[in-house]
T-cell receptor, first 116, second 110 residues
Framework: NAGVMQNPRHLVRRRGQEARLRCSPMKGHSHVYWYRQLPEEGLKFMVYLQKENIIDESGMPKERFSAEFPKEGPSILRIQQVVRGDSAAYFC??????????????FGPGTRLTVL | QKEVEQNSGPLSVPEGAIASLNCTYSDRGSQSFFWYRQYSGKSPELIMFIYSNGDKEDGRFTAQLNKASQYVSLLIRDSQPSDSATYLCAVTPTGNQFYFGTGTSLTVIP
């Protein structure tokens, strides 16, 4: 039973380029959360998605960042025109949102983004 | 004021002792509370969740919740060196947004 998968695990971009981070939730999970973790800081909630719907994007920067979770395929977090301050670990988590495990989240291995 | 606050530590305990980790939160409407363990360079791993006031035990771990005091704690009994990690407290009011503390670094000394 595969866990949450994220790719790439490491991504290097130059300032101004685009970064695309992908997340495949656990089998049977249709709810995905994206978080950003800066060095020595906690996880910061960015966005919560269900299939084809953005439920809560209150943690997402208003510019350059977008997320989607299409009917088929992984969830994608897109960062346009990256800047050095975007360098961080980006984690995806999935949840079943049903039964006693209603709010449990299971994290992927993360994507470490480095902006040169 | 941060939504979730934890002492950053480091907290050091000898092997076999009880480690006590604490967390306070600001949103009185919070409904669900979680403890995650994160090893350096790795992703968070869920240890326990608790929804109701009181204690919840799972093996060597006990989560304690006091909603009136807006306080949640994690006790680790018979601490092992492998428990050395950063422990993250997480809170959600609605299940849509999750607020994490910055974590407490725990070191268990053999």
């Amino acid at each position: 039973n595969a866990g949450v998968m994220q790719n790439p695990r490491h991504l290097v971009r130059r300032r101004g380029q685009e970064a695309r981070l992908r997340c495949s939730p656990m089998k049977g999970h249709s709810h995905v959360y994206w978080y950003r973790q800066l060095p020595e800081e906690g996880l910061k909630f960015m966005v919560y998605l269900q299939k084809e719907n953005i439920i809560d994007e209150s943690g997402m920067p208003k510019e350059r960042f977008s997320a989607e979770f299409p009917k088929e395929g992984p969830s994608i977090l897109r960062i346009q025109q990256v800047v050095r301050g975007d360098s961080a670990a980006y984690f995806c988590a999935s949840s079943p949102r049903e039964g006693s495990s209603y709010n449990e989240q299971f994290f992927g291995p993360g994507t470490r983004l480095t902006v040169l | 004021q941060k939504e979730v606050e934890q002492n950053s530590g480091p907290l050091s305990v000898p092997e076999g002792a009880i480690a006590s980790l604490n967390c306070t939160y600001s949103d009185r409407g919070s409904q669900s509370f979680f403890w995650y363990r994160q090893y350096s360079g790795k992703s968070p791993e869920l240890i326990m969740f608790i929804y109701s006031n009181g204690d919840k035990e799972d093996g060597r771990f006990t989560a304690q919740l006091n909603k009136a005091s807006q306080y949640v704690s994690l006790l680790i009994r018979d601490s092992q060196p492998s428990d050395s990690a950063t422990y993250l407290c997480a809170v959600t009011p609605t299940g849509n947004q999750f607020y994490f503390g910055t974590g407490t670094s725990l070191t268990v000394i053999p």
